[in-house]
């Protein structure tokens, strides 16, 4: 299981929400290439970049600050946040992610989402935000018709093969991922699955690594200093730090 940290833009600064409440707010560095960098020597395999801005205006606000990662570390980027059209994902692949995540827009034109996975394919992955088994659209603020199975299955059919899942009433909480979802999911379809939220210590990154989720991306435990980046891949891969 592939480990990645998160890195969470706002106002061009690096931060960590709780919940995705945008008045929960913590500010952790106001370098973020100096994070990359720092996450990318500590042997971050891909890095996750969320454009908060981006996220919560409706449009990419942070693609300056995603070239500039892009030029200063070796490691493949994930980008979401703000992207709700073909000219966004477009944006987001020259500023140099190698991988755009779609949310809102999966979930309020699936049929622009298939359009786009028709294009793109493995460029894109899909966010499943999950709270009370609704899907979270525009910034976590809003909840859309679809359950999260839901909108897998019709995006599985139409040929997404990558789900980023979080429970955002644990996302910066710390406390521990929502393996009930994730197993749910795995069950359902066939695509490679990313965890995402609650993560807070070695032993939640041992046991999503004995399920079949592909990777775990990891926020607030990292700044928080609750286990360092060589732990958690050394913790999910058997090895040594």
């Known amino acids: 299981m592939i480990v990645i940290p998160a890195i969470d833009l706002r106002h061009q ?3 960590r929400l ?7 707010i913590t500010t952790f560095s106001t370098d973020p290439v100096g994070i990359a960098q720092l996450w990318a020597k500590a042997g971050a395999a891909w890095l996750h970049i969320v454009d908060l801005d981006g996220a919560f205006s409706g449009s990419p606000q942070q693609l300056e600050i995603v070239a500039r990662i892009a030029s200063a570390v070796d490691v493949p980027l994930q980008l979401g946040g703000g992207i709700r059209c073909e000219a966004d994902v477009r944006a987001a692949l020259d500023a140099g992610a190698s991988r755009v995540i779609i949310g809102s827009v999966a979930a309020t ?3 622009l989402a298939k359009r786009l996975l028709a294009s ?4 894109l992955a899909i966010a499943i935000d999950s709270k ?9 603020t809003e909840a859309s018709s679809w359950t999260p199975l839901q909108l897998m299955d019709q995006l599985a059919k139409a040929g997404a093969d990558r789900f980023i899942i979080t429970d955002v009433s644990r996302d910066g909480m710390l406390s521990g991922p929502n393996l009930e979802l994730l197993e749910e999911a795995a069950e359902s379809i066939d695509g490679s699955l990313i965890a995402s939220g609650g993560i807070e210590s070695l032993d939640d990154l ?4 004995s399920t079949s989720v592909e ?3 990891v926020g607030m435990a990292l700044y928080q200093q609750r286990f360092s980046l060589c732990e958690a891949i050394a913790a999910t891969r058997s090895v040594s730090c």
């Open 13 to 15: 600064r690096v931060v």
């Open 18 to 24: 709780c919940q995705g409440e945008a008045e929960a």
């Open 109 to 111: 034109n699936p049929n």
């Open 120 to 123: 793109y394919g493995r460029q």
């Open 132 to 140: 009370d088994n609704a899907v979270r659209i525009s910034g976590w």
């Open 206 to 209: 041992r046991t999503l690594a």
């Open 215 to 217: 990777a775990a991306i």
